[in-house]
């Protein structure tokens, strides 16, 4: 059985034991070299202080209330177990480290950390697992499998980690993960690589973004680069950066303030856009403002008002209430409210509701308005007017005018061989698929 030392007074000279040590409430630990080397365990039962570095197998402290300061380093073989608090001014390694608080000043290297209250440490942690009830603190934290912190938790350099979850606040300076999982608000500076990130307060990204799916239950902001496959938000969304994605889901309002370009864009509430904006799908409930060059390849959904102040490309555009806009080239435009255009809307076939009114040029192989509408100019192969429809403005047709007898013209409508070309367009897209040329 190995023997057992115990430690007290101020001064105490300790280089080498063989066995376990005690050292009572008070002691001062010093060595006649720069390591105190021991076999067994050390156990402090109080405050202590080692004014060198340690080697154990064993490391304890043993009073909730103690404060352990070792000013240099910490070399445990086996278990660090700290009731109290140590404070390692120097690296620490250890095979196991459980108990209270620790703070260590240099690095630190353990397979397993489960900490109740608070980890600090101004180096890296290289760990498996590592798991803290309050608070932790690290400069980076490196070949880790996961990271559990019940409180807030704060990474200053880039770290590599597969699973994070914190219950309040996470703050990481970039760094390369597979699942973020945070309760509260997540902040992430530099350059960050990711799989999921799934927050349930505020998150706000400002670097370079790549990623899997962001999920964010209030609101999300960002500056920067951001390319990630999803995006899903309940409440508010504003990013400032680029944005490259495959979807875009917002419960309440989003601001785009750079190019972007997704697949799919839903928006619950009102979305303004001041960047060039290309997608296949935009669904949006409330508001869209573009005030950029936009490009929808599939489909463009507006359920109320729709403001865009440059050109517009779309496949089919579905308007609930009111647009307006500069110029629109699409195949197929329906209109439930009001549509303004101040150069033209060029289609293959383009729909107005009943009661519905459009001002400015609509020009399609086929224009269908329904009752009791109000349009001005019409230019198209085919042209269908239904009761009361007023019209305020010339109708140039090329192929046929079926027009209800309480339809009321303005002028005269005419039916010519060809329609007038339209001014060419400052976009070559435009140009190119002008259907008038």
């Not at 300790?14 to 008070?26: A, E, N, P, Q, S």
């Not at 070299?33 to 060198?52: E, Y």
């Not at 309002?253 to 799919?264: Q, W």
Request: charged content about 30%; some cysteine; overall charge negative.
């Amino acid at each position: 059985m190995a023997e057992e030392k115990i430690v007290s007074g101020q001064n105490v000279v300790l280089t080498k034991y063989d066995g376990d040590v005690i050292v009572r409430h008070g002691a001062t630990v010093t060595s006649e070299t720069d390591l105190i080397t021991v076999t067994g365990k050390i156990i402090c039962q109080g405050d202590a202080t080692f004014l060198v570095g340690v080697v154990a197998q064993s490391f304890h402290v043993d009073d909730e209330d103690a404060v352990v300061t070792i000013y240099g380093d910490l070399g445990v073989e086996k278990l660090v177990d700290i009731q109290g608090t140590l404070s390692v001014k120097g690296s620490m390694n250890g095979d196991t480290i459980v108990g209270q608080r620790l703070y260590v000043q240099d690095d630190l290297t353990a397979d397993k950390i489960d900490l109740d209250s608070e980890l600090i440490v101004e180096g890296t942690i290289i760990a498996r697992d590592i798991d803290v009830g309050g608070k932790l603190r690290a400069g980076k934290i490196k070949k880790c499998d996961s990271v559990d912190v019940g409180g807030s938790a704060e990474l200053f350099k880039p770290s590599e980690i597969k699973h994070v979850d914190v219950g309040g606040k996470l703050s990481l300076h970039g760094g390369v993960f597979e699942d973020i999982e945070v309760g509260g608000k997540f902040k992430s500076e530099g350059e960050i690589h990711f799989t999921s990130v799934d927050v349930g307060g505020k998150c706000k990204l400002e670097g370079i973004v790549h990623g899997g799916k962001i999920d964010v239950g209030g609101i999300l902001s960002g500056e920067g680069e951001i390319e990630v496959e999803k995006i899903d938000v309940g409440g508010k969304c504003k990013l400032e950066g680029n944005i490259r994605g495959q979807v875009l889901v917002v419960g309440g309002t989003a601001k785009l303030s750079n190019n972007v370009h997704i697949e799919t864009i839903k928006v619950g509430g009102k979305i303004k856009v001041s960047g060039n904006l290309e997608a296949e799908k935009i669904d949006v409930g409330g508001l869209f403002k573009c005030d950029a060059q936009l490009k929808v390849t599939e489909k463009l959904s507006v359920g109320g008002k729709a403001e865009f102040s440059q050109e517009i490309i779309a496949k089919t555009v579905n308007i609930g209430g009111t647009i307006k806009l500069l110029r629109m080239n699409a195949e197929i435009v329906k209109v439930g409210g009001e549509i303004e255009a101040k150069d033209a809307v060029i289609a293959h076939e383009i729909v107005l509701g009943k009661k519905s009114k459009a001002r400015g040029l609509l020009v399609a192989d086929l224009i269908q308005v329904r009752e009791g509408s109000e349009v001005e100019a019409l230019h198209g192969a085919t042209i269908k007017l239904e009761k009361k429809v007023k019209v305020k403005g010339e109708i140039l047709y090329t192929e046929e005018l079926l027009a209800d007898p309480t339809v009321n013209f303005k002028y005269t409508p005419k039916k010519v061989e060809t329609l007038p070309r339209l001014p060419k367009s400052g976009n070559p897209f435009f140009n190119k698929e002008d259907t008038t040329n």
